[in-house]
């Protein structure tokens, strides 16, 4: 059975960091690609950042040199270190697994909220 399990969101003031973990069963999941996305309220989700099997990573825009993404391997777990948090931020953070178009994987979310 699949799970992917996010956890580590909250409450941050803003300029403050979080780090979210995605534990992963149920598949092999060294081959695959890891995404986290957010979606905050009235938006649609969007990606945040990707790394993939070869450590690979991608980063989009309004998180870039604020934001890492790392895995390992070895705990079957995916990463996101949060810093220098902004309001606009705040989002339920999703991950995702994917190795093909028939293999895509989502956890239910965790909830991060910037605020002061």
């Known amino acids: 059975q699949v799970q992917l399990v996010e956890s580590g969101g909250g409450l941050v003031q803003p300029g403050g960091s979080l780090r979210l973990s995605c534990a992963a069963s149920?598949?092999?999941?060294?081959?695959?690609?890891m995404t986290w996305y957010r979606q905050a309220p009235g938006k649609e989700r969007e990606l945040v950042a990707t790394?993939?099997?070869?450590?690979?990573?991608y980063y989009t825009d309004p998180v870039k040199g604020r934001f890492t993404i790392s895995r390992d391997n070895t705990k079957n777990t995916v990463y996101l270190q949060m810093n220098s948090l902004k309001p606009d931020d705040t989002a339920v953070y999703f991950c995702?697994?994917?190795?093909?178009?028939?293999?895509?994987?989502w956890g239910r979310g965790t909830q991060v909220t910037v605020s002061s």
């Open positions: 149920g598949f092999v999941f060294s081959m695959y690609v």
């Open positions: 995702q697994a994917s190795a093909s178009r028939n293999s895509i994987y």
């Open positions: 790394i993939t099997a070869l450590d690979g990573t």
